[in-house]
């Protein structure tokens, strides 16, 4: 008899691992309280690129006459047909996964699963009946929620979160973004191409101000918003917030309680205007109230799953995946997939790990960023005898081409081996780009094998070459784009 595996939620994390344990033979049963595909389809990765496409095919409009085109009527963006589209092809995707599902034999109960034993998940179904699934191993997968901070008053109207600013079917003329990591900052090139007014309130001295992410790409990233006229308040925080009326908000911001020294300019309240406010900071846990602790499931204080390299828990059959293990591990769609796969081979009796270290991030801000391995900092940390060498987007005839000629690409390299220990890109289509550099960290190539690769021309690839390149000491173009 084949094993039985029971997973509870259905996001990228669950519905791929189902997907694989049933590839691999098990009898596999998904309890989903939403809609499958979880965020990252319903109200994350997903809707935010597609709403993206229409805001980047705006900006190519905006710039018909540098590609040499004329056009005599207007363009502007129809923000119900954009959602209608959006909704299109969210329904296509999750209508994919159900058909896959059903290849599989995989099957799915709609409902909210509490857990009672390892063994045991009841579920109650939306039609008010419960149904309890056994099977021999569990897989956790609740992904995680927008983060209703206590100081904002949530009213869908004037104060939003990250899912309900993606049904919005009107431009807000003024967006005050609260948070300008990776979401916020998603959030403010797409609004502001789509023409609203955006100003983005961060409380650190960079935005997307992750570990993961190298300051030059912050500080680029920073540089474009200006030119974008996207207004920017670092180091600042809300106060308090006053409703004015007329779905206007009044926002007070403040010193951010981050700042080492707190000086009389600091000090000074702002004050802006707002017609939306959008919240994005950071995502909260969905691991309470579902049997997790009955269970005796070690979570830290946030709420987030403990579990090892392996995704098992401190419970024997119990492993965990996905946004649920929080900010600690990588709250990323692949990585809960990946996550998935080594879940369920190892309760199928495989012995697999989760590499962190080659898991590359992406983020769809104008110009992109993306990275995998170590920055600077870590290197300097893990006392590596390291190189950093760059080459600027602006060089590639691809870049000038396409008119996309902002960023740079970095690498940094062991001096003595040339071993890659990280890439760091901020350019157009950063986040494809990375793929290459991600397998060349798998794989522990150094910068000569990735130098001797040959690259296509004219393309955007090139950039990983020729920083490699440099990284040898022997640059084909030190000067272009200078
Ligand atoms: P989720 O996708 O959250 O799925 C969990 C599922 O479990 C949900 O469907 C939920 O309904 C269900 N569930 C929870 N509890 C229960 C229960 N008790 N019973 C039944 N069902 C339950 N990541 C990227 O890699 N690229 C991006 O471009 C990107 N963009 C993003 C943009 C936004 C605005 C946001 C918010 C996130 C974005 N992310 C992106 C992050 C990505 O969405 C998450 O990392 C990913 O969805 C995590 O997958 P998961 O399977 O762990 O959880």
């Given at each position: 008899m084949s094993i039985k595996i029971t997973i509870l939620g259905a996001g990228p994390g669950g519905y791929i691992g189902a997907i694989r344990a049933a590839q691999l033979g098990a009898r596999v049963t998904v309890i989903e309280?939403?809609?499958?595909?979880?965020t990252c389809l319903n109200w994350g990765c997903i809707p935010t690129k597609t709403i993206r496409a229409t805001a980047e095919a705006l900006e190519t409009a905006r710039r018909f006459s540098e590609f040499g085109l004329v056009h005599d009527g207007t363009v502007k963006p129809d923000m119900k047909a954009v959602m209608a589209r959006k909704n299109k092809i969210v329904d296509t995707l999750v209508l994919g996964i159900q058909k896959t599902f059903d290849h599989y034999n995989i099957e799915l109960i709609e409902g909210m699963g509490s857990v009672l034993e390892p063994g045991r998940v009841r579920v109650e179904k939306k039609d008010g009946k419960t149904v309890d699934v056994t099977g021999d191993k569990l897989i956790l997968a609740p992904g995680s929620k927008t983060r209703k901070v206590k100081?904002?008053?949530?009213?869908?109207?004037?104060i939003l979160t990250s899912d309900q600013a993606l049904t919005l079917d009107e431009i807000p003329e003024e967006l005050v973004i609260i948070g300008g990591g990776v979401v916020g900052s998603e959030f403010g090139f797409i609004f502001n191409e789509l023409g609203a007014r955006v100003m983005i309130v961060e409380a650190?001295?960079?935005?997307?101000?992750?570990?993961?992410?190298?300051p030059d790409s912050s500080k680029i990233l920073q540089r474009e918003m200006k030119k974008r006229k996207i207004k920017l308040f670092l180091n600042k925080v809300v106060m308090r917030t006053e409703?004015?009326?007329?779905g206007k908000t009044r926002l007070i911001l403040g010193p951010s309680p981050f700042l080492k020294k707190i000086g009389p300019k600091d000090k000074k309240e702002i004050v802006i205007k707002a017609d939306k406010v959008l919240v994005t900071v950071g995502r909260d846990s969905?691991?309470?109230?579902?049997?997790l602790k009955r269970l005796g499931l070690e979570l830290d204080s946030e709420g987030w799953i403990r579990a090892n390299e392996k995704m098992e828990?401190?419970?024997?059959?119990v492993y965990a995946i996905g946004d649920?293990?929080?900010?600690?591990?990588v709250m990323l769609a692949h990585a809960a997939s990946a996550e998935a796969m080594i879940a369920v081979e190892n309760a199928l009796g495989g012995h697999r790990v989760m590499n962190y270290d080659c898991v590359p991030i992406g983020i769809f801000t104008s110009p992109e960023i993306a990275g995998v391995g170590i920055t600077e900092a870590q290197a300097e940390k893990r006392g590596y005898e390291y190189r950093s060498d760059t080459f600027l987007m602006r060089g590639l005839g691809k870049s000038q081409a396409i008119g996309r000629i902002a960023g740079q690409t970095k690498i940094i390299s062991d001096?003595?081996?040339?071993?890659?220990y990280g890439v760091h890109i901020i350019g157009s289509h950063a986040s494809d780009l990375i793929a290459e550099a991600t397998l060349a960290l798998k794989l522990g190539a150094t910068t000569e094998e990735l130098a001797s690769t040959i690259h296509v021309h004219?393309?955007?690839?090139?950039a990983m070459a020729e920083t490699a390149y440099a990284a040898l000491d022997i640059p084909f173009h030190p000067k272009a784009g200078l």
């Open positions: 309280d939403d809609r499958l595909g979880g100081d904002f008053d949530f009213d869908r109207q004037r650190m001295d960079r935005v997307v101000g992750l570990p993961s992410v190298d409703n004015l009326g007329g969905k691991n309470r109230g579902i049997g828990t401190n419970i024997p059959d649920a293990l929080g900010p600690e591990k001096v003595k081996t040339r071993k890659i004219p393309t955007l690839s090139e």
